[in-house]
């Protein structure tokens, strides 16, 4: 297996919308080397975030590539606008899309990376004709829908044998990691193959500044900040 560096990517589910911005920069400035943010429909997933415009104040707020995750119905109908908002990646579920090698082809066309996400029950052998098309595949080790929830232990494996798969069809693919990621489990999912490793309520929450807690998460898998981090000196 091909050493990686890892990106951390805070999730903006888990953040204080009353003051989004400022939760930004925080992550911005603490050494986050991208974005995530959760576009969910209420029909793929039972929960509904926020659309286009929300994407679109992330982009103002900051320079940090934005990964936008669309939970949602029929994704093609939608991929001209978040790509209009700043996306940088956009990724959509294998679920969700009848005609997934032309929802990509769309995502590509509109000067963005192309991701496709698994549901924690969706085999990973469902990615092998849309492999060499991709630039990350989004392994969901939680049930889509709501932050804060456990991981399921089974997705290390589950990791493992994808990592495997994008290793014989497009070895330079990311392997994205998405729900219940903390300090106590973030250097297994490393080791299994992850190397864009999504963490919302780890970095957002009460305990900690989301400075120290990126700081906890670094030390827990033991890798210095990804060479594309902006990584400001200002205190967050």
């Known amino acids: 297996m091909v050493a990686r560096a890892v990106k951390l990517a805070p999730s903006i589910l888990t953040a204080d919308f009353g003051r ?3 939760e930004i920069l925080a992550a911005d400035h603490a050494g986050a080397d991208l974005l ?3 576009v969910m429909d209420g029909r793929f997933v039972p929960n509904i975030t926020f659309g286009p415009l929300v994407v679109e104040t992330a982009r ?5 590539p934005l990964d936008v995750h669309l ?3 029929e994704p093609e109908q939608f991929l001209e606008a978040f790509a209009n908002a700043g996306a940088n990646t956009i990724t959509i579920h294998l679920e969700a899309c009848r005609h997934l090698h032309r929802a990509v082809q769309q995502i590509v ?3 963005c990376q192309a991701g496709v996400a698994l549901n924690p029950a969706t085999p990973i052998e469902s990615i092998r004709e849309i492999a060499p098309f991709v630039d990350q595949v989004l392994v969901m080790s939680v049930n889509p829908g709501f932050g804060g929830q456990q991981f399921i232990q089974t997705m290390t494996s589950k990791l493992r044998r994808t990592r495997q798969i994008l290793d014989e069809f497009n070895p330079t693919c990311d392997l994205e990691v998405d729900g219940g990621i903390g300090v106590d489990n973030i250097r297994d999912v490393q080791r299994n ?3 864009v490793i999504v963490v919302g309520s780890a970095i957002f929450n009460g305990t900690g500044t989301v400075r120290e807690n ?13 060479s594309g981090a902006q990584n400001n000196i200002s205190a967050a």
């Open 109 to 111: 066309d509109l000067d």
């Open 214 to 226: 990126l700081t906890a998460l670094r030390d827990a898998c033991n890798v210095a900040p990804y």
């Open 71 to 73: 939970m949602i119905e």
């Open 20 to 22: 989004l911005q400022e």
């Open 36 to 38: 995530h943010l959760d």
């Open 193 to 195: 193959g992850a190397n």
């Open 60 to 64: 103002q707020a900051t320079q940090l």
